[in-house]
Nanobody, 115 residues
């Protein structure tokens, strides 16, 4: 069972930046992703990055968020710039096994953007 631990959440004013990190207890993982869930809303996908380094983003965060991974350190980060109040949510790290068969979730980290 792979353990994922997120860090880096907090409270920031609109226009500010935060950097989220997620550390995996094991390596050799497949696609790594970030999701978020705002109060009263369904969890939504934010960004992912494949082992090749190719990445994809939710339209509303494109140009503001950057996802990266370090396969040697088993980490994935989400750099969030120009934050908006609508980015307020609990952010979750997600990892798929190399085979894609298994999926793992972190416990979540709160991001609050004040206006």
């Amino acid at each position: 069972q792979v353990q994922l631990v997120e860090s880096g959440g907090g409270v920031v004013q609109a226009g500010g930046s935060l950097r989220l990190s997620c550390a995996a207890s094991e390596g050799d993982l497949g696609t790594l992703s970030w999701y978020r869930q705002a109060p009263g809303k369904q969890r939504e996908w934010v960004a992912n990055i494949h082992r090749t380094g190719a990445s994809n983003y939710l339209h509303s965060v494109t140009g503001r968020f950057t996802i990266s991974r370090d396969n040697a350190k088993n980490t994935v980060t989400l750099q969030m710039n120009s934050l908006k109040p609508e980015d307020t949510a609990v952010y979750y790290c997600n990892a798929k096994s190399f085979s894609g068969v298994f999926e793992y979730w972190g416990q979540g980290t709160q991001v609050t953007v004040s206006s």
